[in-house]
Structures are given as C-alpha cells and as structure tokens.
C-alpha cells in the first residue's frame, strides 16, 4: 500500500466561519493521514454544505465517501474537489 505524506494543501478558508483540524502532523507540518477538519460559522450564520473533511490518501475526502471497493481491492476514495469545497459555505439566517 503506497504511503502518504497527507494532505496538501490545507483546506481553504471559509468567508463568515473557520475551520480546526485535528489530528497529527507530518514532519512536513501538513496534516496528517486520518485527520479530520471540521468547519463552523461565527455567530448570526448557517453552514450549508459538509460539516467536515478526513485526510485520506493524501487528500480530503468526506467521511461518508471512503474508499469503494472493486473485485481487485480498492477502486477509488472520493476526493474533496475544489467545487465541493466550494459548497461549504456560511449564510446568514
């Protein structure tokens, strides 16, 4: 199984929330494999969209999305495009 560094770059940051990530570092200072990031709006706003990212296989991918499996192993995990990304957002109610 091919080894990763984690993920890179960092999730980007949201207009109107912030996000935390938990989990190691790598030697690199990126996080980790298995870490998570998860994002929250400030006060008088809704998220809309994921509440969080795990780092899987250097990139971060919805915890729901894991790897799907094929007749040879392992097809694909589900990575967090830019796009996705894009759709966590903060509203105001």
Do not use: F
Request: charged content about 20%.
């Amino acid at each position: 199984m091919e080894e990763h560094a984690g993920c890179s770059p960092e999730p980007p940051e949201i207009v109107n929330g912030y996000y935390n990530v938990t989990g190691e570092e790598t030697c690199w200072r990126t996080p980790s494999e298995g870490s998570v990031v998860r994002y929250y709006c400030l006060e008088g706003y809704d998220r809309t969209g994921p509440s969080e990212l795990v780092c899987r296989n250097g990139s971060w991918v919805l915890p729901s999305s894991g790897p799907q499996m094929g007749a040879g192993g392992v097809v694909a995990a589900r990575a967090a495009s830019r796009p996705l990304m894009k759709q966590i957002i903060c509203v105001i109610r």
